[in-house]
């Protein structure tokens, strides 16, 4: 049994609206839950150097589960800077990012249900970068122990979640050695699992047909970066930004994390969706607490306010993020 104990990083931004009212709705739902706040971020860097502070760290791992909201990150390198949130995600071990894609009563398309599983700790994301300022190059880093890892958990969740198919996702016909690996090793690895359906398919070749026919998948594996595209083109077919979520999942820690940033442009106004959030807390319960039961509940009570016509202005609605929450409190 793993302790009731949240670690809340808000962020910067729309962060600071989402992640609190996204909490109430728990705290309704799991009245014990002990809760830690913490900081991340630009405004955090810039009160205390840095984007990520020891005392967030420490928390973060007291406390194995953890939400963060969102940040904002600086356009241009800033000396010192570096993304609090792919920091936290390696600190902690969280090897592998969940992003689902389903259809939501009366958002985007219908008949989705898919599962993106991004490795999320090498690849190009290790940021080892080189420029004399005519040339410039980046280290794209595959390893047997990592991608083993991932796709171990991918076929484990496929399975637990009574998925048929996985597709592995690769470039290896231009990469042979790197992404050569990352398939080579997913398939070795799905010799485990007689029951699942794999195939896999060409990064490009699967961006088309995602686009064409987002209903005919059902779990994707990829490394990294083509995790990350393609989980944003999923996720237009889903609703948008405002409620595509995701879940950080290691052996120590697991992460909830809406997949949207810091949203300038409307944060203020007490308008931004919390639905990403909230679902992310949904994954965090089932993946994590092993609460599966009250994962279904909340999910069930965000998709029936959604029916019910109560949304955010994102979602074509006039609700405030208050307002949605109350209403899914009010359902719970
Ligand atoms: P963004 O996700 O913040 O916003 C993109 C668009 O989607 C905006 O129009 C925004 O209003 C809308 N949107 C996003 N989330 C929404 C929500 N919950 N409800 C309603 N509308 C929502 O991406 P961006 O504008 O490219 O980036 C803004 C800042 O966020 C940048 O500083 C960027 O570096 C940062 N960012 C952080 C993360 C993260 O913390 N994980 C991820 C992406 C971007
Ligand atoms: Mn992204």
Known sequence: IRAMKLC??????IGREVVPQALRVLQALLPALQVVEAEAGWDTFCQQGTALPAATLAAARDCGAVIFGAVSSPAHKVAGYRSPIVQLRRELGCHANLRPTL???????????????????????????QSDGDTATAIKRITRAASQRVAQSAYQLALAEGRQRLTIVHKANILPLTDGLFRDVARQVAAAYPQLQVDELLVDTAALKLAQAPQAFDVLLAPNLYGDILSDLAAAFGGGLGVAASLN???HAAIAEPVH???????GQGIANPVASLLS???????WWQQPALAARLEQAVRATLAAGTRTPDLGGSASTAAYCDAVIGRL
């Open 8 to 13: 809340v990083i808000a962020g910067d931004g």
């Open 103 to 129: 259809s939501l009563p009366g958002c985007g398309a219908d008949g989705i249900d898919l599962l993106i599983v991004r490795e999320n700790t090498e690849d190009l994301y290790i940021g080892e970068e």
């Open 281 to 287: 807390l949904a994954m965090l319960l089932r993946h």
């Open 261 to 267: 940033g810091s949203a300038p442009d409307i944060a």
């Open 249 to 251: 999942l290691g052996e």
